[in-house]
């Protein structure tokens, strides 16, 4: 199982910016995905969810970020994505998109480092 | 939303001797087929967190069984048998049971 975030980057406030994570060994399409941050020196925040075809590719989001963030997939090409829109600068964390199994994340990529600043 | 309290922030062991991780959820985690979506997971210093137990007492594949995880009402615990070097990181749980997902402060577990 691999996943391999990217995307991130300095962006303004008010900006946009579109993640991807590129998932390899294992069958993308039959799991749930979720989108994980960390802001710099800080704990963990779920940011949102997407579940597969079967279940319609429902999504749910943070109350943070819900609005603003899509979560999306392409289940051709093994792919999750993270639209983020009206950046700000409690915005600013490392990314990581992760597996869902058995209830929670099983496996975790490396992170793409998003900062928000002018 | 339901709230996951840790305790203690940080938690300074001694090698070969046990720890323990507490995570207090705001109201029970038990779903209504009964399942319970409480798991642990650990974060070495610059690393990805990685899954150690899930479903409160389950215990990943490859996770030395000095981790195990239990529970007591809405009250879990993440005990360390004998801590080894390679334990300290941050160590956090994560309730999935109701929406939204939340996740615990987090615990700092270092050597004395």
Request: net charge neutral; with cysteine.
């Amino acid at each position: 199982v691999q996943l391999v975030e990217s995307g991130g980057g300095l962006v303004q406030p008010g900006g946009s910016l579109r993640l991807s994570c590129a998932a390899s060994g294992f069958t993308f399409s039959d799991h749930y995905m979720d989108w994980v941050r960390q802001a710099p020196g800080k704990g963990l925040e779920w940011v949102g969810r997407i579940r597969n075809k079967g279940d319609h590719y429902s999504t749910e989001y943070a109350a943070s970020v819900k609005g603003r963030f899509t979560v999306s997939r392409d289940d051709s090409e093994n792919l999750l994505f993270l639209q983020m829109n009206t950046l700000n600068s409690e915005d600013t964390a490392l990314y990581y998109c992760s597996r869902d199994k058995d209830g929670a994340a099983d496996y975790w990529g490396q992170g793409t480092l998003v900062t928000v600043s002018s | 939303d339901v709230v996951m309290t840790q305790s203690p922030l940080s938690l300074p062991v001694t090698l070969g001797q046990p720890a323990s991780i507490s995570c207090r959820s705001s109201q029970s985690l038990v779903r209504s087929d009964g399942s319970t979506f409480l798991s642990w997971f650990q974060q070495r210093p610059g690393q990805s967190p990685r899954r150690l137990i899930y479903k409160v007492s389950n215990r990943d594949s490859g996770v030395p069984d000095r981790f195990s995880g239990s529970a007591s009402g809405t009250e879990f615990t993440l005990t360390i048998n004998r801590v080894e070097a390679e334990d300290v990181g941050v160590y956090y749980c994560m309730q999935n049971s109701h929406w939204p997902l939340t996740i615990g402060g987090g615990t700092k577990v270092e050597i004395k």
